[in-house]
Structure formats: C-alpha cells, structure tokens
C-alpha cells in the first residue's frame, strides 16, 4: 500500500528566507508525485508535478527515489506563500486517476 | 472553461438518513474522482468513475457509493449517516488521456454535517 508523510504540520518562515516543506512517501512500484496547494478560501489546485520537472512560482521539488522523497523548495519566500501544501502520490498506470495525500503542511510567511 | 462544480454547497442531515451529492466536471473531462476530508484523517480517495464505470475504489464501507452519468456528471450516495461522516467531500475531474500524469482538477466541495 502507498503511503505520504508530511513530517510538518506547521511550517512558520520569515518573508525572503528559504523554505522547504518535507514530503516522503513508501510505494514499491514507480509512483507519480505531486504537489497541491490550498489558498484561503480557495479551492485545491494543483502546484506542480515531478514528470514536468518545471518551477512554479519559484518552487521547485525533486525526486529523490533513494530517500523516497519529493520534498518542495523556494530560495526566497513571499507572503503570498501562506496557504495549506500537500503532497500526493499517484500509483501510476494507464487509467490510474487515485490520489494518496499526505496530511498537509501549513506554511505561514512572516513578513 | 468553467471550473469543476458542486451541488450542494452545505448539507445538514441527521443519523440514519442518506445524502446524494453531485459533481459536474470540466467540460471535456471524462474521469470524475470523489475524495472524504476531514481533519483527523486528512484527505482520502472515496471512488473513480470513467466512462460510467468505477475504475478504482478506496477502502470506505458500501454505504459510500456513487455512479456518472453519459455526460460525465457524477453523484454519490451515503447510506445510514454516521456521525463519523461528518467531512468535506471533493471532487476532481481529469480529462482521463491515459496518461498517468493527468492533473486532476478540484471542485469547492460539499460540507456535510450529520447531526
């Protein structure tokens, strides 16, 4: 069975300073990884993802599948980076749609 | 594009009673997925529609079911509230290309309480 942990329920950083929000998973096949994130008052959506291998708003996030970890990064972050993060996997597989989470970590950005 | 809909916003039941939730995807979209989220338990898989048919399931009792209709739009059903039922349902749609990496779009969700 798969499994995400969010070590970090909440993550306090001052505006400008680095942030890393932790995410490991357990899975025996070739997972996909994802990063989602919730807003205030707004809906989930998804941040980025690890086949894309692209930054979003200045995150990026690597798989690490020695560590099993996709652990999300920003060199400098913004106030606008408060919201809820979440990690997913899916178990990969044509037609395999199933999202495992983890339960989320709290980024509140001090200006 | 309109975004992923769902219809009820808030719902208030009492045990024993049973709910029908519904979802409307992306225009396009053809896979619906539902989730449960509640605070102890975080965010859980509920159930996978594609085509009308169920193509994954998470590990819920049989009172959580749910069907999708030729247009996408996908309901689900909870038999014999429980207090426990108590959540955030979401739903997501994809447009199911068959390719794995597929982003998943979320709706707002329904609150549910049981009372």
């Known amino acids: 069975a798969q499994r995400v942990t969010q070590p970090e329920k909440l993550l306090s950083v001052f505006k400008g300073a680095p942030v890393e929000l932790k995410c490991n998973y357990s899975?025996?096949?070739?997972?996909?990884l994802f990063w989602y994130v919730q807003y205030s008052r707004q809906r989930l959506q998804l941040l980025l993802r690890?086949?894309s291998r692209e930054s979003i708003k200045g995150f990026t996030a690597d798989l690490n599948k020695g560590e099993t970890s996709f652990h999300l990064k920003k060199p400098f972050a913004q106030e606008e980076d408060s919201a809820m993060y979440y990690c997913?996997?899916?178990?990969?597989?044509?037609?395999?749609?199933?999202?495992?989470f983890g339960k989320g970590t709290k980024l509140s950005v001090i200006p | 594009k309109a975004g992923v809909t769902q219809t009820p916003r808030y719902l208030i039941k009492t045990r024993g009673q049973q709910v029908t939730l519904s979802c409307s995807p992306i225009?396009?979209?053809?896979?619906v997925s539902w989730y449960q989220q509640t605070p102890g338990q975080g965010l859980q898989f509920l159930f996978e529609?594609?085509?009308?048919?169920?193509?994954n399931k998470g590990n819920f009792p049989g009172r959580f079911s749910g069907r999708q209709f030729s247009n996408s739009r996908s309901e689900m059903n909870v038999s014999t509230l429980e207090l426990g039922d108590s959540a955030l349902y979401l739903c997501?749609?994809?447009?199911?290309?068959?390719?794995?990496?597929?982003?998943?779009?979320f709706g707002p969700g329904t609150r549910l309480t049981v009372l």
């Open positions: 997501a749609s994809s447009f199911a290309s068959g390719n794995q990496a597929d982003t998943q779009y």
């Open positions: 899975y025996s096949g070739s997972p996909e």
């Open positions: 690890h086949i």
């Open positions: 997913a996997l899916s178990r990969g597989g044509a037609g395999s749609y199933q999202l495992t």
């Open positions: 225009s396009g979209h053809r896979s």
């Open positions: 529609y594609f085509s009308e048919t169920q193509r």
